[in-house]
Nanobody, 120 residues
Framework: QVQLVESGGGLVQPGGSLRLSCAASESIFSIYAMGWYRQAPGKQREFVAAVTNGGSTNYADSIKGRFTISRDNAKNTMYLQMNSLKPEDTAVYYC??????????????WGQGTLVTVSS
């Protein structure tokens, strides 16, 4: 069972930036599509972004143009660069792994989450 560990969350002012990281425990990380979900207080978990094993990306409309997902297969690590943050981006952000190389494949692993708070 692959282990996913997120880091990089914290408190940031509106308009600021943060970069989240997700480290995977397995060297076969490069085979799978990966992604980010988030859950705001009192709301359902929602899709944020995904990246295929080849680097193709998909974004939720709410963050398009502000967030960038990327991966470094050599380091078994995925990133989420978040710019122009808004208070509504406040949430616990989860790293996810897909069962296959496409983001259309089912999710089969989740990290423990990292809290991002956007507030002045």
């Amino acid at each position: 069972q692959v282990q996913l560990v997120e880091s990089g969350g914290g408190l940031v002012q509106p308009g600021g930036s943060l970069r989240l990281s997700c480290a995977a425990s397995e060297s076969i990380f490069s085979i799978y599509a990966m992604g980010w979900y988030r859950q705001a207080p009192g709301k359902q978990r929602e899709f944020v972004a995904a990246v295929t094993n080849g680097g193709s990306t998909n974004y939720a409309d709410s963050i398009k143009g502000r967030f960038t997902i990327s991966r470094d297969n050599a380091k078994n690590t995925m990133y989420l660069q978040m710019n122009s943050l808004k208070p509504e981006d406040t949430a616990v952000y989860y790293c996810t792994k897909h069962r296959g190389s496409s983001w259309l494949s089912a999710l089969d692993a989740w990290g423990q989450g990292t809290l991002v708070t956007v507030s002045s």
